[in-house]
């Protein structure tokens, strides 16, 4: 399959994430079998015989009736997996035997053609989510729908929600999931955004690492917050380094790995420390998005410029998070000249690699034509995605 996996992440009313649904680009071809087979096949790559997922990192991937007893598809935890189908496609009692054991794995299974439900009820039992599309003005058919599945176990998905009012108004309404990019938009009204006291000691760790100061001052000033101090040390921890050992302590951490390592979980750090609702989607984008643009320079660039892909990728959404424009938040951070042209302008060594993991969060073509200037195969850039998102999903944010 010649193209990119998209990644759309799901919030709860609360704008927790839930999960992400993961599909092509190309919309036309999402759901043929050809691309339904090799997008299980790139996810079940990265995904399976994995553990229980912590909270959030539910996938939503659309499968077809020959999928269900795929080998691809027996290896990945049930648990972590919601599979979408369509209803003409469960009127077949073969396919709907194999979604009933499927069911009793653990799996969840979507619906994807909400409009009919209303009119044929009988197969509520065997799903645990109904797509909802919000294109239609049918608002009576829709509501009735609300009205059909409010008293059961069944969880309505709202796909298409483009404004922040319409949000609220379908929260009120029972629906309790959202799939799509709304949180990238302003909230109007929320809560006032800037730099928390948090945050504020970060940067000023990050200035002493980018600096080389000894890590007993580092250390010091790390023991003014120590809620700070053990996030930071759970995330090296979880990061996979391969070190046989459990980190300790910061001194520990630079001893070990040095002080570059260093630099990249605190501004992993820095994003988390937000207290605001909206920041919790974003944060997680910047950390996907990261990891991402530093997988995809790996064998490209040397480790050590790798490693300021990883900060680029999550600069890149700290304006939003913090509320201050890019240059502001510029001026009191010293980064590399390369980063501050990728996160102005997506320029420079960096800007492409930085461009290519944010057009795989779209609906777009762009993504191929950057592949394309790097060099850098369709296989690779999705291999790429999953492991960047396995390995987020592995910090347990």
């Not at 087979?37 to 994995?50: G, W």
């Not at 643009?293 to 790798?306: D, F, H, I, R």
């Not at 291999?383 to 592995?394: D, N, P, Q």
Request: aromatic letters at 8%; glycine letters at 6%; one cysteine or more.
């Amino acid at each position: 399959m010649n193209d990119f996996i998209v990644r759309n992440p799901l919030l709860d009313p609360k704008q927790q994430i839930l999960g992400y649904e993961l599909s092509w680009q190309n919309k036309q071809n999402r759901a043929s079998p050809a691309a339904c087979e090799a997008l299980l096949a790139v996810v079940a790559e990265q995904f399976s015989n994995e553990q229980e997922a912590p909270a959030g990192s539910t996938l939503f991937i659309d499968v077809t009736p020959a999928l269900l007893d795929s080998l691809a598809l027996s290896a990945l935890s049930p648990r972590n997996f919601v599979l979408g189908l369509k209803m003409y496609q469960l009127a077949d009692p073969g396919t709907l035997d194999a979604v009933k054991k499927l069911r009793k794995q653990g799996f969840g299974i979507l619906l994807k053609d909400a409009e009919v439900i209303a009119q044929d009820k009988s197969f509520l039992p065997v799903i645990t989510h109904l797509e909802i599309r919000f294109a239609s003005t049918d608002v009576a058919t829709q509501a009735r729908i609300y009205g059909a599945l409010k008293q059961t176990p069944v969880r309505m998905v709202a796909s298409e929600i483009g404004q922040w009012k319409d949000f609220e108004a379908c929260a009120s309404l029972g629906i309790s999931a959202f799939v799509g990019k709304l949180f990238l938009q302003p909230q109007q009204g929320g809560k006032t955004k800037g730099v928390n006291p948090a945050q504020t000691l970060i940067l000023q760790l990050m200035d002493m690492v980018r600096k080389n100061a000894d890590v007993r001052q580092i250390e010091t000033a790390l023991k003014r917050d120590a809620g700070l101090s053990y996030k930071l040390l759970r995330y090296i921890n979880s990061s996979g380094f391969g070190l046989g050992t459990e980190i300790q302590s910061l001194r520990h951490a630079v001893s070990l790995l040095g002080y570059s390592p260093l630099y990249r979980w605190l501004s992993v750090l820095l994003a988390t420390a937000s207290d605001n609702a909206q920041s919790l989607a974003l944060m997680q984008t910047a950390i996907i998005r990261g990891r991402f643009a530093e997988m995809l320079g790996q064998g490209l660039l040397p480790k050590s410029e790798s490693e300021n892909l990883f900060v680029a990728g999550m600069f890149s959404l700290l304006d939003r998070l913090l509320g201050i424009p890019m240059e502001d938040i510029l001026e009191s951070i010293q980064l590399p000249a390369p980063v501050m042209e990728a996160l102005l302008s997506r320029s420079g060594m960096y800007g492409p690699f930085l461009a290519l993991a944010e057009a795989c969060e779209a609906d777009d073509s762009a993504a191929a034509q950057l592949a394309d200037s790097l060099f850098i195969s369709p296989r690779q850039v999705n291999e790429a995605h999953m492991a960047a998102l396995k390995w987020t999903l592995a910090l347990k944010l």
